[in-house]
């Protein structure tokens, strides 16, 4: 509970709580590939949109708090439709700015403290998440700043299998609350970047924005 305390603190999270909307632009390397660009907008409790380019071509996925719908050029019709599961949990899963330790806490998940783990010959406060589906999911706090150095999805079968880790690079103030600007993704044997270009908080968002058009 202290560790936890001194991380939402050094998150900013009690401000963070406090802004119903927010908007970030986002560009994602893979290996040397080119940066693909992207816009992340929120809208508490449960508003979020993307906006992004697919082979030069618009795409959406939008969830307006009842109805999940994309207008995407990979599919057969021009049209809004409804997203399918695997494009559900990757847009329930996209870019949030609240700590990822105080949303799984909100949503009754299983928290172990599993002690001290070395990475590079420094220590790290290790919190697990026990609720994924056959994996864990560990956090590394920083022991001086308490921030996220990075997660580690771990097969329970086998604890010494590492499927995904992220490391949270390049914190920075953004009024009043720190956040990591960039994200190494390492998993299956490739490397991803995700690196934060804009933030805007706070600015107002209509609902009319992430409901499907008639």
Not at 98 to 127: Q, T, W
Not at 150 to 155: A, F, G, L, N
Not at 173 to 188: D, V
């Amino acid at each position: 509970e202290d560790i936890l305390k001194s991380h939402y603190e050094s998150w900013g999270q009690e401000l963070v709580s406090s802004i119903r909307t927010y908007e970030i632009e986002l560009s994602e390397s893979k290996g040397l590939l080119s940066g693909k660009q992207y816009k992340i907008t929120r809208k508490r409790p449960n508003k979020v949109r993307i906006d992004g380019t697919w082979k030069d071509q618009p795409y959406i996925q939008s969830f307006d708090g009842l109805e999940y719908w994309t207008v995407a050029p990979w599919r057969l019709s021009n049209e809004p439709d409804s997203m399918s599961s695997t494009e559900i949990q990757s847009l329930a899963n996209s870019m949030q700015i609240d700590s990822p330790l105080f949303i799984v806490r909100k949503n009754s998940a299983e928290l172990e403290y599993i002690g001290e783990k070395m990475h590079d010959g420094l220590p790290y406060h290790v919190i697990r998440i026990k609720d994924l589906e056959n994996r864990w999911l560990d956090y590394f706090l920083d022991q001086k700043t308490y921030q996220i150095f990075k997660t580690v999805e771990r097969d329970q079968g086998n604890e010494n299998y590492i499927y995904k880790e992220t490391f949270f690079k390049n914190y920075k103030p953004e009024a009043g609350i720190n956040m990591a600007m960039e994200y190494e993704i390492r998993s299956q044997g490739s490397t991803s970047t995700l690196i934060i270009t804009s933030v805007v908080l706070g600015h107002g968002v209509p609902t009319s924005f992430f409901q499907k058009p008639e």
